[in-house]
C-alpha cells in the first residue's frame, strides 16, 4: 500500500532545531551552548531529575510548607509594581474546598497576560505564607477548552539540565514538540532480539517515557534503556576501533620472546622481579609472540616498577631487530629513563638516544634512526612531532600515558605496519571506567609493590610547626637523606614574571631556617639544559633539597629522597598529590611526605584527609571521583568517544560490563556489523562518532 505522504511527520529527526516553533537564532545559539543542534538531540537531553506533580490536593488541605499541586479557577489576579523596575504577580485560587493565594515574583505581567479572572490553573509549589497560605513562584499550567497540554504540571514533569538562557518551560515545550512531530520517526538502533532478551524498552516507548512519563516507574525502564543504547554503542566503537587496529599484520614477524637480550636482563637487573611484574611482563611477552600488534596498558601506583616491566618490551623488541619509540611526557623524566635504559642496554650492544625538543641536532639524529643505526630512542612527544622516520619500529613505549590522551587517535590515523603499543599509567581508575575510557585496550595490573617499601607517612603540617619541620629536614640532611620541597606559586605556562614569588620563597628559605644546606632548584620555565644539571646535582646527592615547582610529579626517581614537603597542599587536586608523594618511598628507608598550608575549602580539607589516611593509588582514585564526580575524572571526550547524554560511569558501572559483553557477542556474530538488519544500529554509530569528531578538534601528526 502506497504511503500517504501527509501521515509521514513534518521533520526528520536529523533537522535542525529551529524547525520547532518559537525558537529563532537566539535560542538557536543557547542551545547550540548545550550541544543541542538537531531535534534528535532535543529528544536525547534527558531529564535530570522529575518532579511528581500527578495529584491534585483540595486546596482546603493544603498544609503549610507541604509541597502541593492545585487545580482550581483565578478568582483575583494583580500585577503589582514593587521597588526598582520589578514587579510581581498575584493571584487567588480557588477550588470547592477553599482558596490559596500564589505569587510570582518578577513576572507581573503574567497577571495581564494568562491568570485572567474566572481561568482554571493548576499550580504545584511549597505552601508559604504571605497574607495567608500563598505558594511562591509555583509551577503553573493554564488549562484551556479541552487542548490541555500539561507539561508543567498536572502530571510528572521532567526538570532538565538547565543552561543560561534557558527555562525549564522552553525546554518541556520543545522537547513535546519535538516528540510530537518526529518521536515516531527515531529509528530503532538496537537489535530486536537483544532487547527482548534484555528486556529494554523500545524506542518508540521509551522516549516519551524518558520526558512525560505516566509513572515513576516508566521513567526507570526508559532510562535503563538509554543508559544501555549509549554504553553499548561506545562499547561497539571501542571494540570496533580495537579491531582496526589490532588487525593481523601480513607481514608481522613476531617478536622474538626468548631472545638473547631478553635472558641477558635478568642477569643485569639488581633485584629479583616482583610476582606481579613477572605476570605483566608474561602478558606483554604473549602479546609480541602473538600475530596481531599488542594495545596493551599496564596499571600500577606510582613506585611499583613499571620501568623494568618496559623494559623488557624493549629488550623483546630489540631481539627481533626492531626499534622502540620510548615517549614520556616530560624531558626530565625522558633523560632518566634514558639513564636507565642505558645502563642495563648499552652493556648489550644496543644503541639508546634521546630526542626532546633540546636534542643539539635533531636532523643527524633523525637520520641514525631512519637508517637504523639508533636501537631505542626516548623522547617526549617531540619524537613524533618532528615527522621522525623508523627504519624498523616494532614498539611503542607510552609512559605516564594519561598526560597525552590523544595518541590513540593519531596512531589510529597512522598508516604502515602498526608497531606494538604499551601504555603505562600510573592513574589507577576503576576497571568498568577503563573498558570505557581505553576499551580497545587490554588491560595489565601491577597491584604489588618491590619487597621492603614502608608505607609513606603523610601528616599536616600547621603553620606553628613549620620551624620544626626545618630542624628536622637539617637533621635528616646529616643523616645522608635528601628532600624535595613543592611549591604551586608558579603556573608553569604562565611569564616569567610568575615565577618572582617563587624565586623569593626560595630565596628566604635557602638563607634562612636551610641556610649551608646544599639546596637546588627546578622549575618549568628553564630550559633543558639546566633542568638537566639541575637533577644530576640532586641525583649524585649533591644537592641535599630540590625545590621545585610540580615539574618533578611524574615519574622521578632518586631513592636517597625520603622527604616531600608540598606547600600549600591544599591547591593541588589529590591525584596530583598522590603523585607528588610518590616519588619518595622507593626504597627500604622510612619516607615522610607533609603537607604544608590550611585548606580553604571542605573539599581541601578533605583531598588533604584522603591523603593521609591511605597510601594506596586505587583508594585515592575512588576518593577522586567521589570528590569530583565522574564528569571531570573520564574524558571521554579526550578519548574521542564523545560526550554522554545519560550514562554515569559510576552508577552505571554494572551497566557497563553487560554492554561490553553484549557488544563483544553481536561483533562476533557480526563482525563489522554488517547486514540489513543492524543497519540502524550501524547507522547510530556512525553518527556518534561524527559527532564526537566536531566536539574534538586537535589531533597530532604522526607518521609511524
Ligand atoms: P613506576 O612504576 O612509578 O614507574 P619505577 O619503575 O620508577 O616505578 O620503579 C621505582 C623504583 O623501584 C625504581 O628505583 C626501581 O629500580 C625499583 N624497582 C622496580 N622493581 C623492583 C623490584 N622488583 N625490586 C626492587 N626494586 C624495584
Ligand atoms: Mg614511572
Not at 510528572?156 to 518521536?183: C, F, H, K, N
Not at 524498552?201 to 524518558?210: D, F, M, N
Request: proline content about 7%; aromatic content about 6%; glycine content about 8%.
Amino acid at each position: 500500500m502506497p504511503e500517504d505522504p501527509t501521515d509521514s511527520p513534518p521533520f526528520r529527526p536529523e533537522d535542525p532545531v529551529d524547525r520547532l516553533p518559537g525558537i529563532g537564532p537566539k535560542r538557536v545559539s543557547l542551545l547550540e551552548a548545550a550541544g543541542l543542534r538537531t531535534i534528535y538531540d532535543l529528544l536525547h537531553y534527558f531529564p535530570r531529575d522529575y518532579r511528581d506533580y500527578a495529584s491534585i490536593t483540595p486546596i482546603a488541605n493544603a498544609a503549610q510548607d507541604a509541597t502541593v499541586t492545585v487545580r482550581g479557577v483565578i478568582t483575583a489576579s494583580r500585577n503589582i509594581r514593587l521597588r526598582g523596575r520589578q514587579s510581581l504577580a498575584h493571584i487567588t485560587l480557588r477550588d470547592q474546598t477553599g482558596s490559596l493565594g500564589a505569587t510570582f515574583f518578577g513576572r507581573g505581567f503574567l497577571a495581564d497576560t494568562v491568570f485572567r479572572k474566572g481561568t482554571e490553573v493548576i499550580l504545584s509549589g511549597k505552601v508559604g505564607n504571605f497574607k495567608g497560605p500563598c505558594l511562591s513562584n509555583p509551577e503553573y499550567e493554564v488549562l484551556v477548552g479541552d487542548e490541555e497540554d500539561r507539561l508543567n504540571t498536572g502530571r510528572i514533569v521532567p526538570v532538565y539540565p538547565l543552561v543560561e538562557g534557558l527555562t525549564q518551560r522552553m525546554l518541556r515545550r520543545w522537547v513535546r514538540d519535538a516528540l510530537d512531530s518526529v518521536g515516531t520517526a527515531v529509528p530503532e538502533c538496537l537489535p530486536a532480539t537483544l532487547r527482548k532478551r534484555l528486556g529494554l524498552t523500545g524506542i518508540a516507548q521509551a522516549l516519551p517515557a524518558a520526558h512525560f512519563p505516566n509513572s515513576l516507574e516508566d521513567t526507570v525502564s526508559a532510562r535503563r534503556r538509554f543508559v544501555f543504547e549509549e554504553l553499548f554503542l561506545i562499547q561497539l566503537e571501542v571494540l570496533l576501533r580495537r579491531e582496526r587496529l589490532t588487525t593481523a599484520v601480513p607481514d608481522r614477524a613476531g617478536h622474538v620472546v626468548n631472545g638473547p637480550h631478553l635472558r641477558a636482563l635478568d642477569c643485569l637487573l639488581a633485584f629479583p622481579l616482583t610476582g606481579a611484574q613477572e605476570r605483566v611482563i608474561s602478558e606483554i611477552l604473549r602479546d609480541l609472540s602473538g600475530p596481531r600488534p599488542m594495545l596493551r596498558l599496564v596499571q600500577g601506583d606510582v613506585g611499583c616498577g613499571k620501568t623494568v616491566v618496559a623494559l623488557h618490551a624493549v629488550a623483546a623488541a630489540a631481539d627481533g631487530g626492531f626499534q622502540t619509540a620510548f615517549m614520556a611526557p616530560t624531558e626530565i623524566l625522558a633523560e632518566q629513563h634514558a639513564l636507565v635504559l642505558r645502563g642495563i642496554l648499552e652493556p648489550l650492544g644496543l644503541r639508546v638516544e634521546t630526542f626532546t625538543r633540546s636534542t643539539p641536532e635533531p636532523a643527524k639524529l633523525r637520520r641514525r634512526i631512519s637508517s637504523g643505526e639508533t636501537d631505542v630512542v626516548i623522547g617526549t612527544h617531540t619524537l613524533f612531532q618532528e615527522k621522525t622516520r623508523f627504519h624498523r619500529l616494532g614498539l611503542v613505549v607510552i609512559d605516564e600515558q594519561h598526560r597525552f590522551g590523544v595518541l590513540q587517535r593519531a596512531l589510529l590515523a597512522a598508516k604502515g605496519p602498526r608497531p606494538d603499543l604499551l601504555q603505562m599509567s600510573a592513574t589507577p581508575i576503576p576497571r568498568t571506567i577503563a573498558l570505557t575510557l581505553y576499551g580497545e585496550m587490554d588491560l595489565s595490573i601491577i597491584d604489588e609493590m618491590p619487597p621492603g617499601r614502608l608505607p609513606v607517612k603523610t601528616r599536616r603540617v600547621p603553620a606553628a610547626k613549620v620551624p620544626d619541620l626545618y630542624r628536622y629536614l637539617r637533621e635528616q640532611i646529616e643523616l645522608g637523606f635528601q628532600a624535595y620541597i613543592v611549591c604551586p606559586l608558579v603556573d608553569e605556562s604562565e611569564t616569567k614574571t610568575a615565577l618572582t614569588p617563587l624565586l623569593r620563597h626560595f630565596e628566604e628559605i635557602s638563607t634562612g631556617p636551610l641556610a649551608g644546606v646544599p639546596v637546588a632548584m627546578l622549575h618549568g620555565r628553564m630550559d633543558p639544559a639546566e633542568k638537566e644539571a639541575v637533577m644530576a646535582r640532586f641525583k649524585s646527592g649533591e644537592a641535599r633539597i630540590l625545590f621545585s615547582t610540580t615539574v618533578i610529579e611524574v615519574g622521578v626517581d632518586v631513592a636517597k629522597a625520603t622527604i616531600m614537603v608540598i606547600e600549600n597542599a591544599a591547591d593541588f587536586g589529590l591525584t596530583q598529590l598522590h603523585q607528588l608523594r610518590g616519588r619518595v618511598g622507593r626504597s627500604a628507608d622510612a619516607s615522610f611526605c607533609f603537607l604544608l598550608g590550611e585548606p580553604r575549602t571542605p573539599d581541601g580539607k578533605r583531598r588533604l584527609d584522603a591523603l593521609c589516611a591511605s597510601n594506596s593509588g586505587f583508594d585515592i582514585a575512588e576518593e577522586d571521583l567521589k570528590l569530583r564526580g565522574p564528569g571531570e575524572f573520564h574524558g571521554l571526550r579526550q578519548a574521542g568517544l564523545g560526550d554522554l547524554r545519560i550514562a554515569d560511569l559510576v552508577r552505571d558501572a554494572r551497566v557497563i560490563d553487560l554492554a561490553r559483553r553484549e557488544a563483544q557477542a553481536l561483533l562476533e556474530k557480526h563482525p563489522g556489523l554488517k547486514g540489513r538488519t543492524l543497519a540502524p544500529l550501524a547507522k547510530a554509530l556512525a553518527q556518534r562518532r561524527a559527532e564526537a569528531e566536531n566536539s574534538h578538534a586537535d589531533g597530532l601528526d604522526v607518521t609511524l
